[in-house]
């Protein structure tokens, strides 16, 4: 049985009738630029996000420039991120000729660890982003922490992360500003590209509306310079759809995962005496890395989304990755190369070794098929090809 890592037709098939009827609104207005659709979203996000502001834009990327344009970020300046994570965090960061400094990350959740960060800020330190990566906000407390106390930006990479929560707080509702997208396998994705910025300053909400216009205030009087990053009208009204759906496709995300743990520890492949593989870690209070794994209650307060489910493997990941993909069940590498020592970023001087557990994510993780469709069958299909794996190899 192929087992493919997302399949969008079954979400499609199910709402089919109600995104035609939506598309077709938007068809018969002829509206396509900004428009009630855009400002019905942007009302909606912002509820669903728990902020006073959001605002549609054209990608998730375009969202990260849009923030740190706001933020004031340009040529000399640094940026503190992740080096484990989508190019876009730290390819915006140097389309604006700042520099990214990375920090490590923690092992067990993936994300940027925060004791990392206090060493390296230095006076030309402008902002933080904290990504939260496969759906699992970063320790945020300490990150605004210090970002409160040296006077930086926090702009939230949240675009794997929509309606994830950290004590209580949803993604994109901690920082200055959060940044999302919908891309289509994203847990919210659109029929294209899309994304969207939140925050509570309504400033930064201010001035990200006027950059998102070629920074244009009123129509044609250019007070800075902006760019088009305008969200499409039909986007929107897709997306209005889609995100009346978001919790129960996130509880099927979430189910999925819970399933996956069981198998996994009653196939004796993760936790017991000879475990050879690591599950995902969902992070909690008392620490933050207090954690669970398989059927234990959620920590309260605290909500994975499982845009992906990430597996570590350890050294053997390739040949994992090679038996799967010869049984046709989906899989891929969240991320192969960081970013610092990716070649566009040579002359930044990052070197193999100088951050050690994102090399070691990047070559031990494998993500495999979680979308909220997916059949018991089918996850007990994957279960079983890695176990045979780990059986017979
Ligand atoms: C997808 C993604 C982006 C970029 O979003 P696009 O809509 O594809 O431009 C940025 N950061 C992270 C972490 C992502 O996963």
Redesign the pocket.
């Known amino acids: 049985m192929n087992v493919p890592l997302l399949d969008l037709k079954p979400q499609y098939a199910a709402l089919k009738d109600e995104i035609q009827a939506a598309i077709n609104r938007v068809c018969e207005s002829q509206r396509f630029i900004m428009g009630p659709e855009v400002s019905g979203l942007e009302e909606e996000l912002a509820a669903y996000c728990g902020v006073e502001y959001a605002i549609g834009v054209s ?4 969202a ?1 420039l849009l923030a740190l344009m706001a933020a004031g970020v340009g040529p000399g300046d640094e940026v503190i991120t992740t080096p484990y ?2 190019f ?2 730290a390819g915006s960061i140097a389309r604006l000729g700042a520099r990214a400094v990375f920090v490590d990350i923690q092992s067990e959740t993936f994300n940027i660890d925060p004791a990392g960060i206090e060493a390296r800020l230095t006076p030309r330190t402008r902002a933080i982003i904290p ?1 939260h ?1 496969f759906g699992q906000c970063a320790d945020m407390d300490p990150i605004l922490q210090v970002a409160q106390k040296h006077n930086l930006y926090v702009i939230e ?1 949240a ?2 992360a929509i309606g994830s929560e950290y004590k209580g707080r949803r993604a994109g509702s901690m920082g200055h500003v959060g ?1 999302f ?3 289509p396998s ?1 847990n919210l994705g659109a029929f294209g ?3 969207a910025v939140t925050t509570n300053d309504p400033e930064l909400a201010e001035r990200m509306r006027i950059l998102r216009v070629h920074g244009a205030q009123p129509k044609y009087y250019h007070k800075l310079v902006g760019g088009n990053f305008r969200l499409d009208a039909l986007q929107a009204a897709i997306l209005r759809v889609k995100l009346k759906y978001l919790d129960s496709w996130t509880a099927g995300r979430q189910r999925n995962a819970a399933l996956y743990n069981r198998l996994f520890t009653e196939m004796g492949l993760a936790g017991g005496p000879n475990p050879v593989l690591t599950l995902p870690f969902e992070a909690g209070d008392r620490g933050q890395l207090a954690h669970r794994r398989g059927a234990e209650a959620p920590f309260p307060g605290y909500r994975h989304i499982y845009n992906q489910y990430v597996l570590r493997v350890g050294p053997r990941r390739d040949a994992l990755r090679a038996h799967l993909s010869e049984r046709g069940i989906g899989n891929e590498v969240y991320y192969p190369v960081p970013l610092h020592l990716q070649e566009c970023f040579a002359g930044w001087g990052y070197q193999p070794g100088d951050f050690p557990a994102s090399e070691t994510a990047a070559q031990e993780s494998i993500a495999i098929p979680i979308y909220p469709e997916l059949t018991e069958t089918q996850i007990r299909t994957v279960a079983e090809a890695i176990a045979d794996f780990f059986q017979h190899a």
């Open positions: 990608s998730g990327t375009d990260l994570t989508f876009a965090t990504v990566l990479d675009a794997q940044c997208s919908f891309f994203k590209d899309g994304g």
